[in-house]
């Protein structure tokens, strides 16, 4: 059987045995009525750990973002995005569908905002348009390569929402890199925020789940919208429990998923018609551009699925690969030498 290197997402990451086996034991309960204790658990510690009052569990990472929005916003609201934030992208709409808001999507650099950028577009009172309500940020940057969004300029973006009445949501689905690539701790980002969300199902390695905080009675508005979106579980602590383990066991193993990243961008940037500045990887994703290697993003794809190596096109000319726990530094290694054969 062919051997697959799977780096189309941190998405696909599997459950280990020993995160299964901390599945199985799960004390539960129905946490719809709030009665299941490993939920509770890891509700209570993430919380802590962000430095925030509470925290709801929920399916996905979508959810948790729309749940964000609708908690902050009333119908006819407006909300600064970035132009390529997965909010705008890949989340089908949802808060202007369930939401009734209006998205203003600005062009950032690698999907990084200035504060200047977002007060131009704060929206003066005035009947003919919609109030700006909420700024959304996104830490680490997916579209953007994986960019970790620099404290000084969400610190600027913080002061401007406070002077102006704004409320701050972090898109962190990737927080974890974030902090560990630049050394600061996931609340010294949070305290910046109103709200926070954070995936446990990409590098953090569990097969199923997210999280969003704030204050207390931000999560019980929020609690209402998870079950009007359909996302209140019952014995979920299963669940819960591979979250958990992710927290205590896996947070450590993302520096290595960025030195996997950084190896491949190196050698990437060796190959003719291929472009990338290697410098500009900092966390687990690496999107190059091969405009100038004679294929198109879907070809180069098909050619290193071929070969069981696995990528995803990331636009006409743009190729992603994303690294993660299951990918070990033999096989990069192995991917960069299929990749050296097909088109150095």
């Given at each position: 059987m062919k051997q697959v290197i799977d780096l189309r997402s941190d998405t696909v990451t599997k459950p280990s045995l020993a995160m299964r086996q901390a599945m199985a034991e799960a004390e539960v309960g129905d946490d719809v009525f709030g009665d299941d204790p490993t939920v509770n658990k890891l509700q209570e510690k993430v919380a802590l750990m962000l430095g925030k009052e509470a925290a709801l569990f929920v399916p996905s990472g979508t959810m948790a973002n729309t749940i964000a929005i609708l908690s902050h916003t009333q119908l006819g609201d407006e909300v600064i995005v970035e132009r390529e934030s997965h909010t705008f992208c890949y989340e089908v709409a949802a808060a202007s569908v369930f939401g009734g808001v209006q998205l203003n999507t600005i062009v950032g650099n690698s999907g990084i905002l200035d504060a200047d950028q977002i007060a131009k577009e704060i929206r003066e009172v005035n009947v003919h348009m919609p109030p700006t309500r909420l700024i959304c940020l996104e830490n680490t940057h997916n579209r953007g390569g994986g960019k970790v969004y620099p404290i000084q300029k969400i610190q600027a973006i913080h002061e401007l929402a406070n002077q102006r009445g704004l409320k701050i949501h972090l898109d962190g689905a990737r927080l974890f890199n974030a902090s560990v690539a630049s050394g600061i701790s996931p609340s010294d980002y949070a305290k910046y925020f109103?709200?926070?969300m954070f995936c446990f199902s990409k590098g953090l390695g569990a097969p199923v789940g997210s999280i969003v905080v704030g204050s207390k009675v931000f999560i019980e508005r929020a609690h209402r919208f998870r079950k009007m979106l359909g996302g209140g579980m019952r014995q979920v602590g299963i669940l819960a429990a591979a979250a958990l383990y992710a927290l205590e066991h896996n947070v450590s193993k993302l520096a290595q998923d960025h030195e996997n990243a950084k190896l491949l961008a190196n050698e990437l940037a060796t190959l003719k018609g291929f472009q990338i500045d290697p410098e500009q990887v900092e966390t687990n994703i690496v999107?190059?551009?091969?405009?100038?290697s004679g294929y198109s993003g879907a070809q180069v794809v098909e050619k290193l699925k071929q070969r069981g190596v696995l990528m995803i096109p990331f636009g006409a000319t743009l190729v992603?690969?994303?690294?993660?726990?299951?990918?070990?530094?033999?096989?990069?290694?192995?991917a960069i030498q299929i990749i050296h054969e097909l088109f150095g």
């Open positions: 109103d709200s926070v999107v190059f551009d091969i405009s100038k992603r690969a994303v690294t993660h726990l299951d990918v070990s530094r033999e096989e990069m290694r192995r």
